[in-house]
């Protein structure tokens, strides 16, 4: 049946209905207390516009028929008199004609239009519940003399503020956002003209707006962005019929319902759009059925049937067919009944339905509700609905089903989640249901066992293994395995047997056939085939395997598998074949492979070898000679030939070459010699081969001095010498320059070097962790102060001072080849931060022969420890730390310093080996001799240098005799 057919159907129902009882349907409707209402002015059209904000609370519009009524009205339910008292909203301008001719709400506010007798300077009026009254405002109006502006308004609030939307007769879309206390206007050009005019309805479920319009055929679906602030055309509808939509409309959750002439259109949304599902014409004898107003709530439609003052109710069925149920009709003459319709907010006690007119008359009837023939409610869900007056209760729950505290459903038992109202086994899983459960599948290798239980495969039988093995159920992981097969079988598989034969399994040669007999379960062999002899039970040996051949032992017996036969090899090397089986040595058959100059010789291990070649010959495999010169052998020397002749051989110089000591060497030029076997230039002392060694270049020439780049290489008298430094630079050595270290703030040095010099300006210089060799002075001017950590300095000059600090710590030590002058007048303060010393010690601060000037000096300690200054030779701290007499401890203390001294005079030693050595270099590097001039000069400073070594290992050695006799 398709849908034509479905609304022929309800169309011949509808008549029948209306023909038999017009008043009756499948439930009533009965007007309520005091309705029809009376507005105050008689004429007026009260009703035109109504909308139920609630239950309880109906607003509802005064269309004037002269410029000097304009008013709106909300009837209020009073629960104590049941009755329906009203309260006037007046405009706020005058001349206002349509006040309240729109009306949209949702929870906490509502929205009405008005618009002035010349259907200009339109206003949109926003009102907020507070308490058990609306407060109004009006937040915007129209603008540009738009016409009728505000002739429907619709509201939408599920994202994060309220968007309103307004129509007009212009061919514009108007909406406006609440964002931050305040409204915000919009607008767009609209797809026709009139956009709006005829009516707009919002639903917040699905996040859109439908629009009418005054005089297309056509109807509009906006979607508005989750944001808010934008709406978007995603739908056009166009039923080709003669005023489609330009009546009034009406949504309800996925349901659409738009009037036209003589019929109403439904839609059903599925996700994406608005489908059509169904067409109905009401059968009011008019035409003016859905030129009306329309109104739906949930599975229930109200349409007006104007001209004939009559309501037509609709209800859904089952197949999401809408029914006609019940007409309400109106005998007032030109009332136009049905000029406004509105249901009241779902409920499933109250529904009430507001229905205008054009005369100072408005209709709320009351829905009562039957439980026995009911089309449109079933309120209870889950349970019996029982009668009670007007309304209805619902009974006790329905098995399955439980209270939850809600007068009108009960609630699905989950019987899952309580193990006693279920008797699922545990291995199936408890699935709940509405109303009940149900047990799901068992889980692999178990079968269902009736609506609860579980059995495995193995007990069930419907496992895959074969009668033969055995179906062993592991109960614990839930599988099973298969035993093995019995005795002349083997497993097939994880399930199935083969006998021994058919598996290829038996001990059988690929030779015998296998037999297998199924009664006893037992198996033998075939006989072999020809040229083969049986071997045991299972196995063939074919005649060379058995050494039945009559080959000659020398040649080895070859079968073919595929033809089952034999036949003889070649006779090994130094053999030939005699026959098909026997073999002749090669000597005997004088075809061997030896040269003329070696003999055959028989043998059993290879038949027969060659002897060696005679003397001067030497052996060229196994059967040839070569002469040792063209071997090789002959042990010439290099760049000469060997000469063979009359079986003897000699050694022949090639060109250029002489035979010297049996070497032939090459014959050098006048001025030039021979070295490493090649001739080269001779050069004299001071100079050097060129890469070519055609030619000699001086050492300054070649770039083989040690001069540092600052300092010019100069040539003469064979050998070099480095020119000065630049300007500013100092010699720090005989080859490279430093520049005078000047320290004028707060400044650090690590890691030890060689420089010339360092002055300190009132300045502050910490010197750590290093070696410091100063070519020239160390001085300290005005308020300078030095630190010392982990520092050996050697001072070539002197170290001048004024008034100025110096601190050691306990790893550092000052060593002045030259004097520590202390200017006169000045004292240099010496501190010694000597840290948590707990034994006895000696630490040199200062090694030096000449100290002019007065010293002052602080020794810095954290224990008990004594100590005393030694001046004799510098500056030397001496701790005692322990007065006790343990002659074993002293023992030891003298041991370690014994060790310590001994370590230092082997330093010093070292040191001074060194300084030897590096004499003897600089003597052999720079060639020097007596007219050097400043040779005497540069051993000065080298014999200082070993002479303050020997003087430190003298002292170190005297301490160490003290301390031994101590």
Same mark, same amino acid.
């Given at each position: 049946?398709?849908?034509?057919?479905?609304?022929?159907?309800?169309?011949?129902?509808?008549?029948?209905?209306?023909?038999?009882?017009?008043?009756?349907?499948?439930?009533?409707?009965?007007?309520?207390?005091?309705?029809?209402?009376?507005?105050?002015?008689?004429?007026?059209? /009260?009703?035109?516009?109504?909308?139920?904000?609630?239950?309880?609370?109906?607003?509802?519009?005064?269309?004037?028929?002269?410029?000097?009524?304009?008013?709106?009205?909300?009837?209020?339910?009073?629960?104590?008199?049941?009755?329906?008292?009203?309260?006037?909203?007046?405009?706020?301008?005058?001349?206002?004609?349509?006040?309240?001719?729109?009306?949209?709400?949702?929870?906490?506010?509502?929205?009405?239009?008005?618009?002035?007798?010349?259907?200009?300077?339109?206003?949109?009026?926003?009102?907020?519940?507070?308490?058990?009254?609306?407060?109004?405002?009006?937040?915007?109006?129209?603008?540009?003399?738009?016409?009728?502006?505000?002739?429907?308004?619709?509201?939408?609030?599920?994202?994060?503020?309220?968007?309103?939307?307004?129509?007009?007769?212009?061919?514009?879309?108007?909406?406006?956002? &609440?964002?931050?206390?305040?409204?915000?206007?919009?607008?767009?050009?609209?797809?026709?003209?009139?956009?709006?005019?005829?009516?707009?309805?919002?639903?917040?479920?699905?996040?859109?707006?439908?629009?009418?319009?005054?005089?297309?055929?056509?109807?509009?679906?906006? *979607?508005?962005?989750?944001?808010?602030?934008?709406?978007?055309?995603?739908?056009?509808?166009?039923?080709?019929?003669?005023?489609?939509?330009?009546?009034?409309?009406? !949504?309800?959750?996925?349901?659409?319902?738009?009037?036209?002439?003589?019929?109403?259109?439904?839609?059903?949304?599925?996700?994406? *759009?608005?489908?059509?599902?169904?067409?109905?014409?009401?059968?009011?004898?008019?035409?003016?059925?859905?030129?009306?107003?329309?109104?739906?709530?949930?599975?229930?439609?109200?349409?007006?049937?104007?001209?004939?003052?009559?309501?037509?109710?609709?209800?859904?069925?089952?197949?999401?067919?809408?029914?006609? !149920?019940?007409?309400?009709?109106?005998?007032? !003459?030109?009332?136009?009944?049905?000029?406004?319709?509105?249901?009241?907010?779902?409920?499933?006690?109250?529904?009430?339905?507001?229905?205008?007119?054009?005369?100072?008359?408005?209709?709320?009837?009351?829905?009562?509700?039957?439980?026995? &023939?009911?089309?449109?409610?079933?309120?209870?869900?889950?349970?019996?609905?029982?009668?009670?007056?007007?309304?209805?209760?619902?009974?006790?729950?329905?098995?399955?089903?439980?209270?939850?505290?809600?007068?009108?459903?009960?609630?699905?038992?989950?019987?899952?989640?309580?193990?006693?109202?279920?008797?699922?086994?545990?291995?199936?899983?408890?699935?709940?249901?509405?109303?009940?459960?149900?047990?799901?599948?068992?889980?692999?290798?178990?079968?269902?066992?009736?609506?609860?239980?579980?059995?495995?495969?193995?007990?069930?039988?419907?496992?895959?293994?074969?009668?033969?093995?055995?179906?062993?159920?592991?109960?614990?992981?839930?599988?099973?395995?298969?035993?093995?097969?019995?005795?002349?079988?083997?497993?097939?598989?994880?399930?199935?047997?083969?006998?021994?034969?058919?598996?290829?399994?038996?001990?059988?040669?690929?030779?015998?056939?296998?037999?297998?007999?199924?009664?006893?379960?037992?198996?033998?062999?075939?006989?072999?085939?020809?040229?083969?002899?049986?071997?045991?039970?299972?196995?063939?040996?074919?005649?060379?395997?058995?050494?039945?051949?009559?080959?000659?032992?020398?040649?080895?017996?070859?079968?073919?598998?595929?033809?089952?036969?034999?036949?003889?090899?070649?006779?090994?090397?130094?053999?030939?074949?005699?026959?098909?089986?026997?073999?002749?040595?090669?000597?005997?058959?004088?075809?061997?492979?030896?040269?003329?100059?070696?003999?055959?010789?028989?043998?059993?291990?290879?038949?027969?070898?060659?002897?060696?070649?005679?003397?001067?010959?030497?052996?060229?495999?196994?059967?040839?000679?070569?002469?040792?010169?063209?071997?090789?052998?002959?042990?010439?020397?290099?760049?000469?030939?060997?000469?063979?002749?009359?079986?003897?051989?000699?050694?022949?110089?090639? &060109?250029?070459?002489?035979?010297?000591?049996?070497?032939?060497?090459?014959?050098?030029?006048?001025?030039?010699?021979?070295?490493?076997?090649?001739?080269?230039?001779?050069?004299?002392?001071?100079?050097?081969?060129?890469?070519?060694?055609?030619?000699?270049?001086?050492?300054?020439?070649?770039?083989?001095?040690?001069?540092?780049?600052?300092?010019?290489?100069?040539?003469?008298?064979?050998?070099?010498?480095?020119?000065?430094?630049?300007?500013?630079?100092?010699?720090?050595?005989?080859?490279?320059?430093?520049?005078?270290?000047?320290?004028?703030?707060?400044?650090?040095?690590?890691?030890?070097?060689?420089?010339?010099?360092?002055?300190?300006?009132?300045?502050?210089?910490?010197?750590?962790?290093?070696?410091?060799?100063?070519?020239?002075?160390?001085?300290?001017?005005?308020?300078?102060?030095?630190?010392?950590?982990?520092?050996?300095?050697?001072?070539?000059?002197?170290?001048?001072?004024?008034? &100025?600090?110096?601190?050691?710590?306990?790893?550092?030590?000052?060593?002045?080849?030259?004097?520590?002058?202390?200017?006169?007048?000045?004292? /240099?303060?010496?501190?010694?931060?000597?840290?948590?010393?707990?034994?006895?010690?000696?630490?040199?601060?200062?090694?030096?022969?000449?100290?002019?000037?007065?010293?002052?000096?602080?020794?810095?300690?954290?224990?008990?420890?004594?100590?005393?200054?030694?001046?004799?030779?510098?500056?030397?701290?001496?701790?005692?730390?322990?007065?006790?007499?343990?002659?074993?401890?002293?023992?030891?203390?003298?041991?370690?310093?014994?060790?310590?001294?001994?370590?230092?005079?082997?330093?010093?030693?070292?040191?001074?080996?060194?300084?030897?050595?590096?004499?003897?270099?600089?003597?052999?590097?720079?060639?020097?001799?007596?007219?050097?001039?400043?040779?005497?000069?540069?051993?000065?400073?080298?014999?200082?240098?070993?002479?303050?070594?020997?003087?430190?290992?003298?002292?170190?050695?005297?301490?160490?005799?003290?301390?031994?006799?101590?």
């Amino acid at each position: 049946m398709n849908l034509n057919d479905m609304w022929t159907i309800n169309i011949l129902i509808s008549l029948i209905i209306l023909l038999f009882n017009p008043l009756l349907g499948s439930s009533s409707w009965i007007e309520v207390p005091g309705s029809p209402f009376i507005g105050p002015n008689t004429d007026a059209n /009260l009703g035109k516009v109504v909308h139920f904000y609630d239950q309880t609370t109906l607003f509802t519009s005064e269309f004037s028929v002269g410029p000097d009524i304009e008013m709106g009205y909300t009837f209020e339910y009073n629960e104590t008199d049941d009755s329906w008292p009203y309260t006037t909203f007046e405009p706020t301008i005058s001349g206002i004609q349509a006040f309240f001719n729109a009306i949209d709400s949702v929870d906490g506010y509502m929205v009405a239009a008005a618009y002035r007798a010349n259907n200009y300077d339109g206003r949109i009026y926003y009102y907020e519940k507070v308490g058990d009254s609306f407060v109004g405002q009006e937040v915007f109006e129209s603008v540009s003399n738009l016409k009728f502006f505000g002739s429907s308004v619709a509201i939408l609030s599920n994202i994060p503020h309220p968007i309103l939307l307004v129509g007009s007769i212009e061919a514009k879309i108007h909406w406006f956002y &609440n964002s931050a206390e305040s409204w915000t206007r919009n607008s767009d050009t609209a797809p026709v003209s009139k956009f709006g005019e005829s009516f707009i309805e919002c639903q917040d479920s699905l996040g859109l707006c439908v629009f009418g319009t005054g005089d297309s055929t056509a109807i509009y679906v906006y *979607e508005v962005d989750g944001s808010g602030y934008n709406i978007t055309l995603v739908q056009t509808i166009d039923e080709s019929n003669t005023n489609f939509g330009q009546r009034d409309g009406s !949504t309800y959750g996925d349901w659409l319902v738009v009037g036209g002439y003589g019929k109403a259109f439904f839609y059903k949304h599925n996700g994406t *759009e608005y489908l059509h599902t169904q067409t109905v014409s009401g059968s009011c004898g008019s035409s003016s059925f859905g030129l009306g107003s329309i109104s739906m709530t949930q599975n229930m439609v109200a349409i007006s049937c104007i001209s004939n003052r009559r309501v037509l109710i609709y209800s859904l069925g089952g197949d999401d067919v809408w029914q006609f !149920t019940k007409q309400i009709q109106n005998s007032v !003459t030109n009332s136009n009944f049905g000029n406004g319709l509105s249901f009241s907010k779902y409920d499933t006690e109250v529904l009430h339905l507001a229905i205008g007119t054009t005369v100072d008359y408005m209709y709320v009837y009351d829905y009562q509700f039957d439980c026995s &023939n009911d089309i449109m409610y079933i309120p209870c869900e889950n349970s019996p609905c029982v009668e009670n007056g007007t309304t209805y209760t619902c009974g006790e729950c329905d098995p399955g089903y439980q209270d939850i505290d809600d007068p009108y459903i009960c609630g699905d038992i989950n019987e899952c989640q309580n193990e006693t109202l279920n008797n699922c086994n545990p291995l199936r899983e408890c699935v709940n249901e509405d109303g009940g459960y149900y047990c799901d599948v068992c889980p692999d290798n178990y079968v269902n066992n009736g609506p609860y239980e579980c059995q495995d495969l193995c007990s069930y039988g419907e496992s895959e293994c074969k009668s033969q093995r055995e179906c062993i159920f592991d109960f614990e992981n839930g599988n099973y395995t298969c035993g093995d097969c019995p005795s002349g079988y083997v497993n097939f598989g994880d399930y199935d047997c083969q006998n021994v034969c058919t598996s290829g399994t038996s001990n059988c040669s690929y030779l015998r056939t296998c037999n297998f007999d199924m009664q006893t379960g037992e198996y033998t062999c075939g006989p072999c085939p020809m040229n083969y002899i049986e071997q045991g039970l299972y196995n063939c040996d074919n005649y060379c395997e058995a050494d039945m051949d009559n080959c000659d032992e020398r040649r080895d017996c070859i079968f073919n598998q595929e033809l089952h036969t034999y036949s003889c090899g070649d006779c090994p090397s130094s053999y030939i074949n005699d026959g098909e089986v026997g073999c002749f040595n090669f000597c005997q058959a004088k075809i061997d492979y030896c040269s003329e100059l070696r003999d055959c010789v028989y043998n059993e291990i290879s038949n027969y070898t060659c002897n060696n070649c005679p003397s001067n010959y030497i052996n060229n495999g196994d059967y040839d000679c070569i002469d040792i010169c063209e071997s090789g052998e002959h042990g010439c020397p290099q760049y000469s030939h060997c000469l063979f002749e009359n079986a003897s051989f000699s050694c022949v110089c090639d &060109n250029g070459y002489e035979l010297i000591s049996d070497e032939c060497l090459l014959v050098c030029e006048v001025g030039y010699e021979r070295e490493d076997g090649i001739c080269m230039i001779s050069c004299g002392e001071g100079y050097i081969r060129n890469e070519a060694k055609d030619d000699c270049l001086n050492i300054c020439e070649a770039d083989m001095d040690e001069c540092s780049e600052a300092r010019e290489c100069i040539f003469g008298n064979e050998n070099y010498t480095c020119g000065d430094c630049p300007d500013g630079y100092e010699a720090i050595n005989d080859y490279e320059c430093g520049k005078l270290v000047i320290v004028t703030n707060e400044s650090e040095i690590s890691g030890g070097g060689l420089m010339p010099g360092i002055e300190l300006r009132d300045a502050s210089l910490k010197m750590s962790q290093g070696d410091f060799v100063l070519i020239n002075d160390f001085t300290m001017l005005g308020q300078s102060d030095l630190t010392l950590e982990e520092v050996n300095m050697n001072i070539s000059g002197n170290l001048i001072v004024f008034s &100025n600090t110096i601190v050691f710590d306990e790893q550092s030590t000052i060593s002045v080849e030259g004097c520590v002058i202390v200017e006169e007048g000045e004292t /240099l303060e010496i501190e010694f931060d000597a840290g948590e010393i707990e034994e006895d010690g000696t630490y040199v601060l200062m090694d030096t022969d000449c100290i002019e000037g007065d010293l002052e000096v602080l020794v810095n300690l954290s224990n008990n420890c004594q100590y005393e200054l030694d001046n004799s030779h510098g500056l030397t701290v001496v701790f005692s730390c322990s007065k006790k007499n343990n002659i074993a401890m002293i023992v030891l203390i003298a041991i370690s310093v014994v060790v310590v001294m001994a370590s230092i005079i082997a330093f010093v030693l070292f040191r001074r080996n060194r300084m030897n050595k590096a004499m003897d270099r600089l003597r052999n590097r720079q060639n020097l001799d007596q007219s050097d001039p400043n040779i005497d000069i540069k051993l000065q400073a080298l014999m200082k240098k070993i002479d303050s070594a020997e003087n430190l290992r003298k002292s170190v050695a005297n301490q160490l005799d003290e301390l031994e006799n101590m």
